[in-house]
């Protein structure tokens, strides 16, 4: 019974420590880059794409919307190439070597994984989100990695919405950067004045 025991403590342990931790996903894409994704408590962290929003994308080489999509994508990461990074995971079993072909013959300028590389992502991200399968399946991450929006299928504002999105992330960032530059100009000003007022007392008491 205490051998039980032990064994049940040190079962316990090992999940606590994995739980704490997070989970990490390595990505294949077909362009021959490798993608580092770990599970955050409010979203993921793309390694390779700090500082950046984050579209990651369900989609299949069968489905007419996200195939509509793919020129629209590709004018979005032009026009926001420093501030953007998406990662498409094709969910249709199109083979990895027929899948490269296709995003090479579309002249795709994003990152794109075949579904046999990242079935354990998949089932993770559809368990996480209680995503069924419908596509195209968006999720966009902040630049800090937490989820800013979730979206199933496709509508006609689609890509006016995702750059609003894109435009609010950014502007968010800065209006913070703003407020913690004002801080330490306050707190600079409160020092200086702390330090005349010591330099009066002092003189005061000569």
Known sequence: MKRLSKIFFALILIFTALNAKGLTFKLPTVQGKTIEVSELKNGLDFKDFKGKVVLLEFWGTHCPPCLYSINKYKQLLNEYKDKVAMVAIEVQMT???????????????????AQEDARSFIAYVAQRAQWRGSIPFLIVLDRNGEVLDIKTGFSPNEFEHIRAIIKYAYKEKSANKENNNTKDVNNTDTNSTKKVETKKDNNSTK
Do not use: S, T, W
Request: glycine share 6%; charged share 35%.
């Open 95 to 113: 083979p990895r070597d027929k899948l490269k072909e296709f995003v090479k013959r579309a002249g795709i300028n994003y990152n794109v994984v």
